[in-house]
Nanobody, 120 residues
Framework: QVQLVESGGGLVQAGGSLRLSCAAS????????IGWYRQAPGKQRELVAV???????NYADSVKGRFTISRDNAKNTVYLQMNSLKPEDTAVYVC??????????????WGQGTQVTVSS
């Protein structure tokens, strides 16, 4: 099994930056698609960025141009660099790991979440 632990959240002013980390253990992170999600109070969980095992990257429109997802396979960690933060980015950010089971993508693990708060 793969386990995930997020870190790097905190309180920042609008326009500031944070880098979140998603550290994997138990399995090699390069074998999985890693997604960053966020959930704000009263809001549905939103996929903000995903890095596939094959190297493709996708972002939600709301974060495109501001957030960057990257992998450091040597550290078995995936990062989410968040720049130009806005108050609406405030949420609990979680990472997950997914892999294929036949034609179906299966989520293998969720992290515990890290709080990001952006003040105006």
């Amino acid at each position: 099994q793969v386990q995930l632990v997020e870190s790097g959240g905190g309180l920042v002013q609008a326009g500031g930056s944070l880098r979140l980390s998603c550290a994997a253990s138990g399995r090699t992170v390069s074998d999985y698609a890693i997604g960053w999600y966020r959930q704000a109070p009263g809001k549905q969980r939103e996929l903000v960025a995903v890095s596939s095992a094959g190297g493709s990257i996708n972002y939600a429109d709301s974060v495109k141009g501001r957030f960057t997802i990257s992998r450091d396979n040597a550290k078995n960690t995936v990062y989410l660099q968040m720049n130009s933060l806005k108050p609406e980015d405030t949420a609990v950010y979680v990472c997950n790991a997914a892999s294929k089971s036949g034609p179906i993508t299966v989520i293998r693990a969720w992290g515990q979440g890290t709080q990001v708060t952006v003040s105006s």
